[in-house]
């Protein structure tokens, strides 16, 4: 487990035994006066699949945007991949893509952009061009959409096309900006053990934000927890803990395991006015004491039936004050 | 036959400015296609219009200088470019008021420069031509310049087509590539300009952005990919332009003057017609 910004303490090898997809060192990054994160540090292993989760506000936009060389960092490092391979070989899906209904591009357009989106000219029709994105879009389970205008798709049906739009440059680092967010709970599920999936088998290093640890559990190798600007990071039972959770907020954290789920609790009194989490999750701190339970999506439903890597704890939420 | 004739009436095709004018419509229309369907996925057929106001000014000035007003067009569409693109920088609603506090001035300085040509030439020919148009006025000897700049827009959208249509659907998709969006979308402006400008001298400055959005819009509702809609969009723009050349060469013989009615006229409405046609045949397909 590393601990960031805390205490600190051995990392545990990766279970893949690739090199690093990811390297990311003392990272500390200022935007406008203000410092967003501070010595962060983790890696991401070739194969695996990293959770970042965090509040909003946490930082995890931040940290993406960071380590795709959109924003300047202000001390530490970032290596992507083995050697140079540029910015354009990391895989991205940005935060609420909004594609119009009315917009001229099908599935497979939009991921013939992935492979050459900044190429200059206009792009030659060739067989191999083709073959590529047949078959991207076969491992994303998106075949059937090829032709259809990527507007008209439903959200979980957009959030594969544009994985496989990122998968398209065949890059080492895949990073996708909560790529859950405002799914339904069985699009939430089928598109977290996708990505478990393309990590796997295709031997790219997958990081994605989400406020929501639950979707994640059964597909998750490591965890990358972000507070305040901090992060810890580990295997989700090393990190998901109330002692670690509790030194990295500084704040007493409880973490509770019910139904199945877990919920990680935040104490009340550190911010009144704070309460910028989504409204459902406003309406579950309602209860005196914030521990409310989410009761969504039973595991049931999950295909992996709970028996990856997430081990003894099959789910989490985070619960807790909105911080800016 | 006979209504062959009468919508092809005699020395239609021999008439040296009809000749030209299916030329200039064509390509201006070409021009347009590309460029339209981006503007129209990019949201900014504002900006369009307010470049088509202010080339109003360009044409204007123009007629006061005797050069020939597709000049007046191009520099003046490409000084308001420029101009948005400096005032407003990165912010759409920036960028959304720098182009209306223009439009607003471009046009004052066009009713200045028209008053200044009709009191010096004592006519009101100047300002009908720059704002309504008249495309069978486009002498032979503005054609090379039409072409060349027709041919410089063409290239420079066809240079950029792939990030611009990526930073189009999404800019986080388009920087996380590492495309140079600023570059991306000043080049595409600059071929906006020059698609106004062509525009402004086909149908006038006022009507210049119905033959680039028109067709384009339309286009959306019919085709699934960019290319598709990019050739669905000339095919409609060189369609209405062409029948509104017919047209007006017809309404010689109409009345109440016999002098013909404005060729712009016919191919605005024309293009809505399209637009309508789309809309309804667009709905019905989504619908089945």
Same mark, same amino acid.
């Given at each position: 487990?590393?601990?960031? $910004? ?50 909003? $506000? %946490?930082?995890? #936009? ?25 910015? +354009? ?52 389970? *998106? ?20 994985? %496989? +739009? ?24 089928? #598109? ?7 990590? +796997? ?39 998901? /803990? ?9 704040? +007493?954290?409880?973490?509770?395991? %019910?139904?199945? /789920? ?20 406003? %309406? ?31 789910? *989490? #939420? ?7 | ?68 007003? =597709? ?8 000084? @308001? ?12 609603? @920036? ?54 700049? @027709? ?59 119905? =033959? ?16 598709? &809609? ?8 060189? &369609? ?19 002098? @013909? ?28």
């Amino acid at each position: 487990m590393t601990t960031s $910004g805390g205490p600190v303490s051995a990392d545990a090898p990766t279970p893949s035994g690739e090199g690093p997809a990811l390297d990311v060192e003392d990272l500390s990054v200022w935007l406008s006066g203000q410092e967003i994160l501070r010595g962060v540090s983790f890696s991401v292993a070739a194969g695996s699949l990293t959770g970042l989760i965090g509040e909003n $506000g %946490a930082g995890k #936009t931040t940290l993406l945007r960071a380590v795709l060389g959109l924003l300047p960092i202000s001390s530490g490092k970032v290596r992507v991949a083995r050697g140079h391979l540029g910015r +354009h070989s990391i895989g991205y899906v940005p935060q609420k893509v909004v594609l119009d209904p009315d917009l001229p591009v099908r599935a497979r357009d939009l991921v013939e952009l992935g492979a050459d989106g900044r190429r200059l000219g206009i792009p030659m029709r060739s067989g191999a061009r083709r073959a590529l994105v047949d078959q991207l879009l076969q491992s994303v389970d *998106a075949s059937h959409l090829a032709d259809a205008r990527v507007g008209a798709l439903s959200g979980g049906e957009q959030q594969r096309v544009l994985i %496989a +739009h990122a998968l398209a440059s065949q890059p080492q680092l895949l990073l996708l900006d909560e790529p859950l967010a405002s799914l339904d709970p069985r699009s939430t599920q089928e #598109t977290a053990s996708l990505l478990g999936r393309i990590a +796997h088998e295709r031997k790219v290093g997958v990081l994605l934000s989400t406020h929501d640890i639950n979707p994640l559990l059964p597909v998750m190798d490591r965890v990358v927890y972000l507070a305040a600007g901090r992060a810890v990071s580990g295997r989700t039972e090393e990190v998901v /803990r109330s002692d670690v959770l509790s030194a990295l907020y500084r704040h +007493h954290v409880d973490v509770f395991h %019910a139904h199945g /789920r877990v919920l990680v609790s935040v104490g009340e009194e550190r911010s009144e006015e704070g309460c910028e989490l989504d409204a459902d999750d406003c %309406a579950d701190r309602e209860s005196p004491n914030g521990d409310s339970l989410n009761s969504d999506s039973p595991d049931s439903d999950s295909p992996n039936g709970g028996g990856g890597p997430g081990g003894p704890l099959p789910a *989490a #939420t985070v619960v807790g004050p909105g911080q800016s | 036959m006979s209504i062959l004739h009468a919508i092809f009436q005699p020395g239609l095709f021999s008439n040296s400015s009809v000749q030209d004018a299916a030329v200039v419509g064509a390509v201006v229309a070409l021009v347009c296609a590309p460029v339209g369907v981006f503007t129209v996925v990019r949201g900014q057929s504002f900006a369009g219009h307010a470049f088509a106001d202010v080339t109003a000014t360009g044409g204007s000035a123009a007629f006061l200088l005797g050069v020939s007003p =597709l000049l007046g067009f191009v520099v003046m569409a490409l000084a @308001g470019a420029g101009a948005t693109e400096l005032l407003g920088a990165e912010r759409q609603r @920036g960028r959304d008021l720098a182009t209306g506090v223009l439009l607003g001035a471009g046009l004052g300085l066009s009713a200045l420069l028209l008053y200044l040509t009709t009191t010096a030439q004592s006519t009101t020919g100047a300002a009908v031509t720059v704002l309504f148009g008249s495309i069978f006025a486009v002498s032979s000897s503005t054609l090379p310049m039409v072409i060349g700049f @027709g041919a410089t827009a063409l290239f420079l959208v066809g240079l950029v087509y792939r990030p611009l249509l990526l930073s189009s659907i999404n800019p986080d998709l388009a920087r996380a590539q590492g495309a140079g969006l600023r570059v991306v979308g000043l080049v595409y402006v600059v071929s906006l300009a020059l698609s106004v400008a062509l525009s402004a001298l086909t149908i006038g400055a006022i009507l210049s952005t119905a =033959l680039l959005i028109g067709p384009a819009a339309a286009a959306l509702r019919l085709a699934k990919s960019p290319g598709r &809609a990019i050739a669905c969009a000339a095919v409609i723009g060189v &369609a209405a332009t062409w029948a509104g050349i017919v047209l007006a060469y017809d309404s010689y013989n109409w009345p109440p003057a016999q002098q @013909g009615w404005p060729v712009s006229f016919f191919v605005v409405s024309l293009v809505l017609a399209a637009y309508l046609l789309a809309q309804l045949t667009g709905r019905r397909a989504r619908q089945a």
